[in-house]
Structure formats: C-alpha cells, structure tokens
C-alpha cells in the first residue's frame, strides 16, 4: 500500500478523490499496490463529504508524514501550491499536479528538484485536461523530431467562438452563457485574452524542445476583438475562427505564439467545437497526429491525475525522466513568421480594390451584400511585410478622416 493526499478539494480534488475510492481496484491492478488516501488538504471544512474524516487545514502534516509518498496538488494559483509542492519534493514524495500555471512558472527549478531527490514530479492533467498529450510527447513520441505543434487548449474561449460561429451570437452574449454555465469565471481574463492557452502551449513548447519556455515571450493575443462579422465572412469562406495556440520549429528557430486563426473546413482543428481541445502534433516520421478530448471538467481531468498518480506508484523508488533543463528556449520574434491574413476594410469594393490589389498583389475579395465594407485574403508573407503593407494601406484613409482597416485575422485557408 501506498499513502496519498489530495491538496485542493475543489472541482478536480473532488474528482480525484471519486476515482480512487470508486475504482481503487482497477487502480490498485495499474499501480502494483493499493493507493490509499490518507489527508485532504483545503481550508475548507466538508462534513457532508466522503472525504470528511480526512480533511486537515495544516500543511505541516503532509510534509511530516514520512507514510505519504503521493501528492496531488490541485490547489490552482502560485501560492501557496509553489511552496508547498516545493516542499513535498523536498521531503522526499512524489506530486502530481493539474496547475498549468505552477509548471508553467516553476517547472523548470521543480523538475530539477524532482530528479535530485530521486522523485517525480508529474503534470499530464496541466494541458488539456484528460487529453494524454505529455505522456504521448515524453513516451509515445519519443524518438520523433516534433516540428509542430498547434492546440485548441482552452474550453471556454472555444465555446464562445462555436457559439458565434454556428447560432450567430454576440462576443459578450456568448461569454454571460458560457459564464451561467460555468465555463468561464466571472473574471475570464485569463480566458478571453489568451493568458490560459499561452500557459499551456509554453509547457507543450518546452516539452518538445527540451528547454526551458517563458510563457511572456509568447506573442499572446485573445479573442476579445472577434466579432460576429468576422463570421459572417468566415461562412462565406466555409470556414471558421479558433483561438490557437502554436509551436513551429524549424531547427534552432521557434515561433510559439496565441492568436485566433481563421481557418477552413479541411484544417484537422475545423470540427473541434464547444468546450473540447483538440491538439494537432505534426512529427518527422509520423506526420500529422490528433489528439482530442475533453479540456476541462471534473472527470475528465482527474483521470489524467489518477494516471499520473498510478505512474509514481509503479515508479516509487525511481526517477522518471521527462521535462526540459534550465537551458531558456529562444522564441523568434513575429515578425519573421509567416502567415496569410484575413484583411476587412472599411469603403465600397470599387475604390478600394486597385490599392488593395498594389500593395498585397491579386487575391481573393469577399464581399457581403448590404455592407460598408469588404475584405481579403493576403499571399503567404512575412508578419513584418504585411505589418508594413497594412500601415501603407490605412494611412491614405486616415488622411481623409475614414475609418480603414476594421479587422486583421492570420489564416490558414
């Protein structure tokens, strides 16, 4: 038998704490031994709960308890979950956490502790909920050269945008739903501006580069600024916006950005609609991979913890190896990606098209009946060219006192 505790009795503590009693069987068969839950950790009394004879509100417990060899941490946040699972590795027990933004902070100084102590320190449930992405890039995937990866990693902004999408709703109507279901938090900042998906394709980036990626040199942008006309050209386009997060590696050159993409219906990512996350992998020999699931929820990110606390039971006495060194990943700068853009402009098609047509050569125009406006589609080039090109493009309007450019959206079309 082996002793575990859970740190954080919320939506995922709860979960896990559901599976190991309801399936302590089949998890006893997967481990080699039984876990059993020893302590729940939370500030919060439950009496009504199963785990009510189990609840402590001291840390100093668990790391006191030479008995507890497996924590959980599910407490969300930096503090104090950095502390304590620091502290845990310390005292010698094996953690497993769903806190993207602990590993995406931290990991890099807790995986070295990890190994030092001779200890694990697991985070499959920190991206994509109970997708098996970590464990795919660090076992399945091991001797590919990963050149890609692009994630729908964010439930709530996808739910939003499939909103827009297929019942033509509004941005902040779409977002009072998704917050009266519980999809999103009363403050979605981290959501709707892309913090969340920044965080996560940082962690997948250093998971395939083998080095240490800061999250604040990600080139982050949210869905905020989406609007329902953009849909309305993207359906005449029989294509669709989603917020993704991006890895391109290309030798020592990497991009990692967040930004909305519109995208058309033979995009691998095109049906991936409401709160689930799909995850493209595109590998050397492979080729392309998919990986889709459920992104959040109660279940289905706690069975990504159970996973992962069944692995530090087979490996109670060994260290695993996975993860990134201190080595800080160099992430290009955007203005040497290249993408094709989604251009709309304020003024009638006729004025227009021949400037248009000057700066960005021919492409494709797209015009909605009954609108002030049209738009384009751009020629694959470099951002810094097109940024140049769409300054070029605003300035004459602006000199005549109109409004010019209304949207820009990157496109793989």
Known sequence: MIYAVIMGYGTIG??????????????????????????????RDFPDSPVADKIIHDFQTIEEDSQVKLVVE????????YSFVKACLNAGKHVVTSNKALVAAHGTELLALAKEKKVNFFFEASVGGGIPIIRTLYRCLLGEEIQEITGILNGTTNYILTKMDKEGSLFDDALKEAQALGYAEQNPEADVEGYDTCRKIAILSAMVTGKEVNYEDIYTEGITRITDMDFRYAQKLNASVKLFGTSRIDGPVVHA???????????????????YNGILVKSRMLGISMYYGSGAGKLPTASAVVA????????????????????????????????RYFVRIAGDVSQRADQVEALFGA???????????????????????????????????????????????????
């Open 14 to 43: 709860s979960g896990v704490a559901e599976i190991l009693e309801r399936d302590k069987d089949r998890i006893a068969a997967g481990a080699g031994q039984e876990i059993q839950l020893k302590y729940v950790l939370d500030l």
């Open 74 to 81: 599910t407490m969300g946040g930096l503090k104090p979950s």
């Open 257 to 275: 950005w967040v930004a909305p993409v519109m995208i058309g219906k033979d995009h691998p990512l095109y049906g991936v609609s409401d709160v």
């Open 308 to 339: 992962d606390l069944i692995e530090a039971a087979q490996n109670e006495a060994y260290h695993v190896p996975l993860g990134w060194n201190s080595e800080r990943l160099s992430v290009a700068d955007m203005g040497s990606f290249s993408s």
């Open 363 to 413: 492409g494709e125009v797209v015009v909605l009946d009954g609108a002030d406006e049209f738009a384009f589609i751009t020629p694959r080039m470099r951002e810094a060219d097109f940024k140049e090109k769409a300054i070029a493009l605003d300035i004459p309007w602006q000199k005549e006192g109109k409004q010019g450019i209304l949207q820009i959206i990157r496109a793989e079309l």
